[in-house]
């Protein structure tokens, strides 16, 4: 549910909206960090014998921050492929010259960073802001919802995997 909210919060008029856009889906994911790690660190460890614990801790710490590494990297390629094709798409309603739109789509791996390429009109200035920020947004919203996809699939392999041990 946290990434879910985090994954519907859109662009904003400044850090004053954080309140009512981000911090819901941060209490929630918080939340929900809370009742699964836990438990599951629990699990991990009592299923094992005692003269285990050590083994049995490391492998708890190898796996989860290989999932990390992991998540970190196929979302990161995700983010940079997302933003790339938005931006691409913007790119060619803004009536830039080959030059210029090649110039804003250099950028495209600095995601939410990149810059306005200079020179450009001022009246194509804030409409090329405004398509990186928007491309981030984008990139940003289908990040949380992917987020959310997977952390209930795992919820629903959990469950099918705890009934069939039962």
Request: with cysteine; charged share 10%.
């Amino acid at each position: 549910a946290g990434f879910l909210a985090l994954g519907l919060a859109g662009r904003t008029a400044g850090p004053q909206e954080y309140w009512w856009s981000f911090f819901p889906g941060m209490c929630l994911l918080g939340l929900g960090m809370a009742i699964t790690v836990v438990p599951l660190t629990t699990a991990v460890m009592g299923s094992v014998d005692q003269s285990n614990a050590g083994v049995a801790s490391g492998v708890n710490n190898a796996v989860s921050r290989a999932a990390g590494v992991l998540a970190v990297a196929v979302l990161g390629a995700v983010a940079l492929s997302s933003f790339a094709g938005n931006l691409a798409g913007a790119a060619d309603t803004l009536g830039l010259d080959a030059t210029q739109r090649a110039a804003l789509l250099a950028q495209a791996p600095q995601l939410g960073a990149a810059q306005v390429p200079a020179g450009l009109p001022p009246d194509q200035v804030d409409a090329v802001d405004a398509a990186i920020g928007d491309a981030f947004v984008a990139t940003f919203r289908l990040l949380g919802i992917i987020a959310a996809a997977l952390a209930w699939a795992g919820a629903v392999c959990a469950g099918v995997m705890l009934r069939a041990n039962k």
